[in-house]
């Protein structure tokens, strides 16, 4: 499969700490996305990374990647109740048209 | 904003049925997406299309068609609704493949679908 994978699968954290997800991949990347879901929804766009960046900044999220280790982390500061959601990460392959994107990190901040 | 409507949030359906997804997108995407969702596989690609009355083979098109003839609209269709097609249906649009700023450009999502197969 080239499905990125992301871990933890849950993680529950108090409100005004800080949350970490990770996503690994397989192969090459022209970039990795990030998503969120809130329950019921659809998913929302967060932040884009391409493969020629190593870290990337939208307000409170930060977003490294690391291509040697085929690997990407999305960190959430001074996390909120309404940061309760899942995030996914989408990789686009080199070569390929799709967007592939993980089983998400199920994250409850609470408050 | 990007909008993309589906057209029902909640829908039931007997099996053996034809059904019908509608999605339609306000911002002039070439590209649009069906997924299916489902707890612990996260989205799975039923089909895309890149163009008008384009269309493309996801991961998983077994018992699904798609049409697309107009640019803003893209319907998934079940051509006869089996038991294992109960799912959460999300329809996506991006705009095209711009190889200068990394390719893949990002999706937008509607709201879902939530199809309950009898």
């Excluded at chain 1, 990337?56 to 999305?74: A, E, F, I, P, W």
Aim: aromatic share 10%; hydrophobic share 30%.
């Amino acid at each position: 499969s080239q499905q990125g994978e992301e871990d933890p699968q849950a993680l529950s954290i108090q409100e005004g700490e800080n949350a970490t997800m990770n996503c690994s991949y397989k192969t090459s990347i022209n970039n990795l996305q990030w998503y969120r879901q809130n329950s019921g929804r659809g998913l929302v766009h967060l932040i884009l990374i391409r493969s020629n960046e190593r870290e990337k900044h939208s307000g409170r999220l930060r977003v490294t990647l690391d291509t040697s280790k085929k690997s990407s982390s999305l960190l959430i500061t001074a996390s909120r109740a309404a940061d309760t959601a899942s995030y996914f990460c989408a990789t686009a392959y080199t070569g390929g048209f799709k967007t592939i994107f993980g089983a998400g990190t199920r994250l409850f901040v609470k408050a | 904003d990007v909008k993309v409507t589906q057209s029902s949030r909640y829908l039931v359906k007997r099996t053996g049925e034809k059904v019908f997804l509608e999605c339609v997108q306000d911002m002039d995407h070439e590209n649009m997406f069906w997924y299916r969702q489902d707890p612990g596989l996260g989205l799975r690609l039923i089909y895309f299309s890149y163009d008008v009355k384009m269309k493309e083979k996801g991961d998983i098109p077994e018992g699904y068609s798609v049409s697309r003839e107009k640019k803003e609209r893209f319907s998934l269709i079940l051509e006869s609704a089996s038991t294992n097609q109960t799912s959460m249906y999300l329809c996506a649009s991006s705009s095209q493949f711009i190889a200068r700023t990394g390719g893949h450009q990002p999706q937008h999502f509607g709201d879902g679908t939530r199809l309950s197969i009898l």
